[in-house]
């Protein structure tokens, strides 16, 4: 199973273990849900962001991070 790294940039901290998901899609879905639950942190920068790599180190996925402090 192809292995993803999810990296959060603004932070400076970097996956080294990475994931195993059976496909980019479904490492973009998983992408979305821990952006979601990251967006909580109110000490993340304002641009920051999880950058998705697979194991060549190609960016699959960018997402977001919107601060949700509710």
């Known amino acids: 199973m192809p292995r993803y790294f ?3 940039h603004g932070s400076g901290a970097r996956d080294t273990e990475g994931q195993e998901f059976p496909n980019d899609d479904t490492a973009r879905q998983e992408a979305v849900l821990v952006a979601h639950e990251l967006s909580k942190n109110r000490t993340l920068p304002a641009n920051a962001r999880l950058v998705v790599t697979n194991a060549k180190g ?3 996925h960018e997402e977001p991070l ?3 402090y509710n």
């Open 66 to 68: 919107v601060h949700r």
């Open 6 to 8: 999810f990296h959060l």
């Open 58 to 60: 190609e960016i699959i």
